[in-house]
C-alpha cells in the first residue's frame, strides 16, 4: 500500500508561483513512476507531468510546458511540481499519483495505482 499526501497548494495572483510537494510512504519510492493531474471544476481530471522512475525523464502536457517543471528527491520519498507563470486556467485541484505496474501509458490516469487527496490551487486574474 502507498499513501501520498499532497501539500502547497494555494492563492496566488497571476504569474505567481507555486511549488506543490507530494510525500509517499512505501519502502521502493523510487522505483514508482510519479505524476501530477489536475481537475478543474465541471472538467475532466488532467493530466499535467510525470517522471519515470528509470533516469528521471519528465514528460509535461502542452499546456504546462515551459512553466512547470517535476522533480524528485528519492531519499525524501517527495515529487514536486515547481509551477510559475501561473495564469487563471491553471486553477484546478491536483494530484498527485504513483504507478507501481506501470501498465499503459504515464499520460492517462489508469496508468497509476494510488492518488492523493488533492490539493486546491486558485490564481486570481
Known amino acids: 500500500q502507498v499513501q501520498l499526501v499532497e501539500s502547497g497548494g494555494g492563492l496566488v495572483q497571476a504569474g505567481g508561483s507555486l511549488r506543490l510537494s507530494c510525500a509517499a510512504s512505501g519502502r521502493t519510492f523510487s522505483s514508482y513512476t510519479m505524476g501530477w493531474f489536475r481537475q478543474a471544476p465541471g472538467k475532466e481530471r488532467e493530466f499535467v507531468a510525470t517522471i519515470r522512475w528509470s533516469f528521471g525523464y519528465t514528460y509535461y502536457a502542452d499546456s504546462v510546458k515551459g512553466r512547470f517543471s517535476i522533480s524528485r528527491d528519492n531519499a525524501k520519498n517527495t515529487v514536486y511540481l515547481q509551477m510559475n507563470s501561473l495564469k487563471p486556467e491553471d486553477t484546478a485541484v491536483y494530484y498527485c499519483?504513483?504507478?507501481?505496474?506501470?501498465?499503459?501509458?504515464?499520460?492517462?490516469?489508469?496508468?497509476?495505482?494510488?492518488w492523493g487527496q488533492g490539493t486546491q490551487v486558485t490564481v486570481s486574474s
Open positions: 499519483a504513483a504507478g507501481v505496474s506501470g501498465s499503459g501509458s504515464a499520460y492517462n490516469a489508469p496508468f497509476y495505482d494510488y
